[in-house]
């Protein structure tokens, strides 16, 4: 049996739920038994996306403009052509690269895309309708986007929120600001990705392709000598399914969980990558709707892989470098939906033999193979000037004193049915509800206990912050992963666990969303908001802007409890007194 027909075999063992994964629902069946058309593997290259040169400059940073289209895009060579939307007419997107310190400002344009969704606008989601928009009274277009840039610490009118869309013919969604969002990138590194955030249909726009890199650089990072130049490469790792006709392949009526049959690696379906034998470092980005990671390598050709050495967990850099692979810190690399991971690999001692990245997360049509590595043999080992990684001396992450905690909030993950849809929701909560929001206070450290009672597993994202994993398992006290310590902004939470995570919420006030990022679970409402409060006066203050009865009796009541210290409620009284408005 080839290795092809396995994969199918045990894809049809999955659809009917052996494989450990039970469908939840009958729209669910039918997704998981959709099935591509079948391709042969590593027939063609591992493509690297484009970098995006600035435009121009505007206010003195670098200026960025995208033009969001749809287009045809090749996912394997005997796959007919795909319809996608996609940013400057690539699958993924052109790759910004920015360094840490240096602002830049967007703008995506999004007159170029049709003004019906390519995929089906499951109406029975909200936001989708000028019915069931929570916000709005006025016409809810078919097609909206918004781009919101991962990971960044920005103010709330630049983070690309998902009820701040505009339509290709110009109709603004309720919360729409301004067209071109300013990013300082204040924030220290990373890698992640820039993807539509669209109310009801993030799911869609993105499996459409509305998606791509941006990387932030460090001098820090520069100092470390990674392999670089064709030596890093970014793999963007997806699950998609096919119809015959080449076209994409996505159930029409919403399902809570989509998995694909078909693995596409930086928008090729198992593509290869030649490789030298020397070291390589690798960006890898989960980019799927929904599907977990779990990452090995397998030797092809001869026996032994060589061990992954990951140094940085999607921001900044872990505390050491944690080697995966049998006999490793870790046997595998786990990463959900959206989370990162970056790694080094040495091919120094495989030369002439072939590797292939695995995936051995259980979940839906088995996707066993990603990305095959070949490398070549030649009369003469190539120079390699990169550092060792076990020898990286990383510079180390922030790290959080439990001491200065102000407030620890317990944040359940929840399950519910509603309108006869699976929907997740978060401290019982769902999108926009009343009491939803929590008002962290501007420049202090909060711990969030994230509880999972929702029977399934989900990757919590929280805008604006970086955060630090200090304990999951059942009670929260287990230590975290080796590989999540440090910066991340995205952390797995499985059924049954308790994640403890630590930020400081800091540089910006206002309102910013946190939510499941699967995105199947987050357009359906899996997705509330935290609101940065500048300061103690502005907690209390009322909608005018001033502090009334009841805000004096609330400072009162937090003092009492020990929320505020009593030097902020002589200044709460003060205001009350005057009757003065608090600055914003
Ligand atoms: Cu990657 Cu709120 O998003
Ligand atoms: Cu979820």
Same mark, same amino acid.
């Given at each position: 049996m080839t290795r092809l027909s396995r994969r199918r075999l045990l894809q049809a063992g999955a659809a009917l739920g052996v494989?450990?994964?039970?469908?939840?629902t009958s729209t669910e069946v039918a997704a998981q038994t959709a099935q591509s058309p079948a391709l042969d593997e590593f027939v063609q290259e591992l493509p690297i996306p484009s970098v995006k040169e600035p435009d121009g400059q505007r206010e003195g940073a670098d200026a960025y403009e995208f033009q969001q289209t749809e287009f045809t895009h090749s996912?394997?060579?005997?796959l007919p052509d795909t319809t996608v939307w996609g940013f400057d007419g690539s699958y993924p997107g052109p790759m910004i690269e920015a360094e840490e310190g240096e602002p830049i400002h967007v703008r995506v344009d *999004?007159?170029?895309?049709?003004?019906?969704?390519l995929l089906t606008v499951?109406? !029975?989601?909200?936001?989708?309708?000028s019915e069931n928009h929570? *916000?709005?009274?006025g016409p809810v277009p078919e097609v909206r986007t918004v781009t919101h840039f991962h990971g960044l610490e920005v103010a709330p009118e630049n983070?690309?929120?998902?009820?701040m869309w505009t339509s290709p013919d110009g109709v603004e969604g309720p919360k729409f600001v301004n067209e071109w969002q300013e990013l300082p990138m204040e924030q220290g590194r990373t890698t992640s990705t820039y993807h539509d955030h669209t109310l009801g249909i993030t799911r869609l726009n993105a499996y459409a392709g509305l998606f791509g890199l941006y990387k932030i650089t460090s001098d820090e990072e520069e100092s470390?000598?990674?392999?670089?130049?064709?030596?890093d490469v970014p793999l963007v790792l997806q699950d998609k399914s096919f119809n015959s006709d080449g076209s994409l392949s996505y159930p029409e009526e919403y399902v809570p969980q989509f998995l694909g049959d078909t693995a596409v690696v930086n928008g090729a379906a198992w593509p290869y990558l030649d490789v030298e034998p020397r070291r390589y470092r690798f960006r890898i980005? *989960?980019?799927? *709707?929904h599907r977990s990671f779990d990452l090995g390598l397998r030797n092809d050709s001869g026996s032994g892989v060589p061990t992954m050495y990951q140094f940085?967990?999607?921001?900044g850099f872990l505390e050491s470098v944690v080697s995966i692979g049998?006999?490793?810190?870790?046997d595998s690399l786990l990463l959900t939906a959206f989370e990162r991971a970056e790694v080094v690999v040495d091919f120094?001692?495989?030369?002439g033999q072939t590797l292939t990245l695995t995936n051995s997360a259980?979940?839906?049509?088995?996707?066993?193979?990603l990305v095959q590595f070949r490398v070549s043999d030649p009369d003469q080992a190539p120079s390699d000037p990169s550092a060792e990684p076990t020898s990286l001396s990383l510079p180390s992450p922030t790290s959080y004193d439990e001491?200065?905690? !102000?407030t620890t909030r317990e944040m359940t993950l929840g399950v519910t049915v509603e309108d006869g849809l699976i929907t997740h929701t978060l401290n019982g909560f769902t999108y926009g509800?009343?009491?939803?929001t929590v008002y962290p206070r501007l420049g202090t450290t909060e711990i969030w206990e994230l509880v999972n009672e929702s029977g399934g597993r989900h990757p919590i994202h929280l805008h604006l912050v970086t955060f630090r994993v200090i304990g999951r398992g059942p009670d929260g006290t287990e230590p975290p992963d080796p590989n999540e310590r440090g910066p991340k902004d995205t952390v797995r939470v499985d059924p049954g666990e308790t994640v403890r995570i630590i930020a400081e919420f800091s540089g910006y006030t206002g309102r910013f969303p946190w939510h499941c990022h699967m995105l199947e679970h987050e357009d359906n409402k899996m997705m509330i908001a935290f609101h940065v409060e500048g300061g103690p006066l502005q907690s209390y203050a009322n909608e005018d802007g001033v502090i009334g009865s009841e805000g004096l009796t609330d400072a009162i009541a937090d003092w009492r409890t020990s929320d505020l210290e009593t030097e902020d409620l002589l200044e709460v009284i003060d205001y009350w007194r005057s009757g003065d408005e608090v600055a914003e």
């Open positions: 494989a450990g994964v039970a469908p939840q996912f394997h060579p005997d *999004n007159s170029g895309l049709p003004s019906d969704h499951d109406e !029975r989601i909200d936001g989708t309708t929570p *916000n709005t009274d983070d690309g929120q998902s009820e470390l000598d990674l392999p670089s130049g064709e030596y980005v *989960n980019a799927a *709707n940085a967990p999607g921001h049998s006999g490793g810190d870790l120094s001692d495989y030369a259980e979940m839906g049509p088995e996707l066993t193979d001491d200065d905690v !102000r509800e009343e009491g939803s």
